[in-house]
Each structure stands twice: as C-alpha cells, then as structure tokens.
C-alpha cells in the first residue's frame, strides 16, 4: 500500500486489477511526468518510441524521477545521474560506467498502452490477460475526428462523478448554462441492460446537448437519442444522436488519483463541425464538466454508497442503481474516504 493510502485495502486490490488514463500523450514531451493513481505516485517518460510507466522514484535513494531529465532513450535521474531507459532497466550510472548494473537497480514498471489520445494503466494486471481498456464507439472510424480534450481534475470520488456522467435528470438544473432547457426537467422511462462489459442504457429527449445557441436543433419535435455505456469502475461513453445523421461519443474516464481526488479524461468522437476548431471543443467541454465538478466536490458521503436503503432513489436513478450494483458485485465495500 502506498504511505499515503486513502482507498481501503480491500478495495484497493480490487481496483487495482483495472486500467485507467493517467496521462494525454500529447503533455509527454520535454519532461517526465508525474501522476497518482490510486495514491501511487507514479513517472511516465518516454524511451525511444516506448512509454514507460514507473514508481516515481529512483531505487537508488528515492527520489522522484518525474524531477529529472527527459533523455532521447531515457529518464535521468536529479542525484546522481543515473538513467533509465525501455522497460524501466537501468542503463547507466555514472559513478560506476565501467560496471555492469546490478538487477535491484531496475525499476517495477507498469503496463502501458495509448489509446484515444491517452496514457492507460494498470497497477495489477492479470498476467496474460490483454489490455481490458473499455470501447470507444466510432473513435477508428475514418468519418469521425478525434479530439482529446485537457482532463479536468475534481476533487470528489470517481464513482460520484461517474455517477454524475450517467445521471439524466440534473440537465435543467446544473448545465443551464451550457446547453440544458430549465423549462424541460422531465425524464422519459427508460432501462437499462446488462452487457458483458458492464451495462447500456438508452433513452429518448427533447433536450439537445450542444451549445446553447447554435443550430443544431433538427425539425420541429426531433428526439435526440443519448446512448450510454457503462464500463465499471470509473468508465462511461454517451452517444448522442444529432439531425441529419450526426454522431457525438463522449468518454468519461474518471481516474482515481486518490479516494478524494479524480482526474477526469474525456476524448471525443464526432462526424460533423470537423472544420471548426478544437479550441471551441475544449472550452465547451471545460465548462459542462466545471458544472457538476461543483457538484461532486460536496456530495456527502464521498463514497457512493452501495446499500441501496442508504439514499432516496427515483425511477430516472435507474443507471445509478445498475452501477452501484455492479461495483457491489465487483466485491467493492467503499467506507468513507480518510
């Protein structure tokens, strides 16, 4: 466990078993980066044409990698120099060049793979096992551009957040501001259904979802369908359906950094505006989720509670009761957060 552990362990070794964004490629550049998830620290730099994921902090006498030198084939240690390349083996200290480099100089590393524009992890992968990265609808499609929006870091619980994602009835009351009509809170009947990755959900509104103000309304009456997927723990898609045969995929990646702070990736997949900037599309974006980041940082308890006797439910909870079910079958206990 690490020293500053906020998960319980049980819990802990549950979601360690699974993968999550920890970086945007794009911000590996000139530096190391350091990063937490599930309250390890962690470096990610880049050896060659590899990106290595690492505890961030040398075996020699422990201090963090993520504070030295970015090298060609390498990271370099601030103390005494010394370098780490492809799969975290040390390759040269240079007090002793002459030598050969004893085998506890290496670094435990962690998988990692790039997707959707994204570092993934995974603290405890099952050996063997490929990458369980969750899907992506559309994302390869040659039609549809891909953006990778900044992450957003909150600090609340990942699965309030994610809960967040897939609730469809704080529209009119939280994203006014953006794209929501305060004049239409209802919520159609829906329900779910149990996939092999998780669970699905699609339901039928009057309610767009695209910056207030700008045409994208459809005929008179249209029914934007909203399709989400829900991939546990902490990850979710939304399609939208637009007029005229256009399509908005939305991830929601919430990445535990620790039990009280989540930084949230969203890439996205559209076939339509794919000449207007990304800009447009970060800032957009940054301001829906600073509305519920409002939210989730106050909700009390932190935890998503997992006994359903433990809050009020409505029929529109009905994603979030399938969620909670299955972080609970998943074995996860979730006790407030220290």
């Not at 466990?1 to 819990?11: G, T």
């Not at 899907?135 to 309030?160: K, L, N, Y």
């Not at 447009?280 to 989720?289: H, K, L, P």
Request: net charge negative; aromatic share 12%.
């Amino acid at each position: 466990m690490p020293r500053e552990a906020s998960f319980d362990p049980a819990d802990r070794a549950i979601l360690a078993k699974h993968w999550y964004p920890v970086a945007l490629l794009r911000e590996l550049g000139e530096k190391p980066l350091a990063t937490r998830l599930l309250d390890q620290r962690l470096v990610i730099y880049r050896a060659g044409e590899s990106v290595v994921v690492a505890p961030d902090w040398c075996p020699h006498r422990g201090v963090p990698l993520s504070l030295g030198e970015q090298a060609e084939d390498g990271v370099v240690c601030p103390y005494h120099g010394l370098r780490f390349g492809m799969g975290g083996q040390c390759v040269h200290i240079p007090a002793h060049s002459e030598r050969a480099v004893p085998p506890q100089f290496h670094l435990r590393t962690f998988p990692a793979v790039v997707r959707y524009g994204l570092i993934w992890t995974c603290l405890d992968p099952e050996p063997g096992m490929d990458p369980a990265i969750p899907e992506m609808p559309h994302w390869d499609e040659p039609e549809f551009q891909q953006i990778t929006c900044p992450s957003v870091d909150i600090g609340g619980f990942a699965g309030r957040q994610l809960e967040g994602f897939l609730d469809v009835a704080h529209f009119a009351f939280v994203h006014t501001a953006t794209f929501a009509d305060p004049n239409n809170p209802g919520v159609p009947t829906y329900r779910p259904r149990l996939t092999d990755y998780g669970f699905e959900a699609e339901y039928w509104s009057s309610v767009g979802n695209y910056p207030a103000g700008v045409e994208h309304k459809g005929p008179e009456g249209f029914q934007w369908l909203r399709h989400f997927r829900c991939t546990p723990p902490f990850t979710a898609t939304l399609e939208i359906h637009f007029p005229k045969g256009g399509r908005l995929v939305i991830m929601n990646a919430a990445s535990p950094v620790s039990a009280r702070m989540t930084r949230m990736f969203a890439p996205i997949a559209r076939n339509f505006d794919t000449d207007l900037p990304v800009e447009d599309v970060y800032a957009f974006n940054a301001r829906v989720f600073e509305e519920d980041r409002m939210i989730v940082e106050t909700q009390e308890p932190a935890f998503v509670p997992l006994d359903p006797s433990a809050e009020a439910h409505l029929p529109a909870d009905m994603s979030s009761m399938f969620y909670r079910r299955l972080l609970k079958d998943m074995g996860l206990k979730f006790s407030n957060p220290v």
